[in-house]
């Protein structure tokens, strides 16, 4: 069972840095997509970056310039530096996982795993 497993939230002070990091963890592949995505008291999810397996990246308008996306693709690791985070960043972070492959026969039949979520781990920006 493939799951994604985050780590690295908790309280930072504006201006300061954050990491946090997801990995995937069971039977994969390879993975098209990993990113992640966050969710503010009383607010829908939204996405804050992404990056495919070809190295496209997509940041969310809000984070640009601030955060940075990275994988590890053989390893199944997503990371997003989090620098000079405002207040407005304070959300519970979700890692995402889009087109899992389990195995190289899946690949080759195009057989995946739609989407997967991490449990999500809470920043919190304050001072």
């Known amino acids: 069972q493939v799951q994604l497993v985050e780590s690295g939230g908790g309280l930072v002070q504006p201006g300061g840095s954050l990491r946090l990091s997801c990995a995937a963890s069971?039977?994969?592949?390879?993975?098209?997509?990993m990113g992640w995505y966050r969710q503010a008291p009383g607010e829908r999810r939204e996405l804050v970056a992404t990056?495919?397996?070809?190295?496209?990246?997509n940041y969310a308008d809000s984070v640009k310039g601030r955060f940075t996306i990275s994988r590890d693709i053989a390893k199944h690791t997503v990371n997003l530096q989090m620098n000079s985070p405002e207040s407005e960043d304070t959300a519970v972070y979700y890692c995402?996982?889009?087109?899992?492959?389990?195995?190289?026969?899946?690949?080759?039949?195009?057989?995946?795993?739609?989407?997967?979520w991490g449990q999500g781990t809470l920043v919190t920006v304050s001072s």
């Open positions: 995402n996982a889009q087109r899992i492959f389990v195995t190289y026969a899946d690949y080759v039949n195009s057989r995946y795993l739609v989407e997967l």
């Open positions: 069971g039977r994969i592949f390879s993975i098209y997509a």
């Open positions: 990056m495919t397996s070809d190295g496209n990246t």
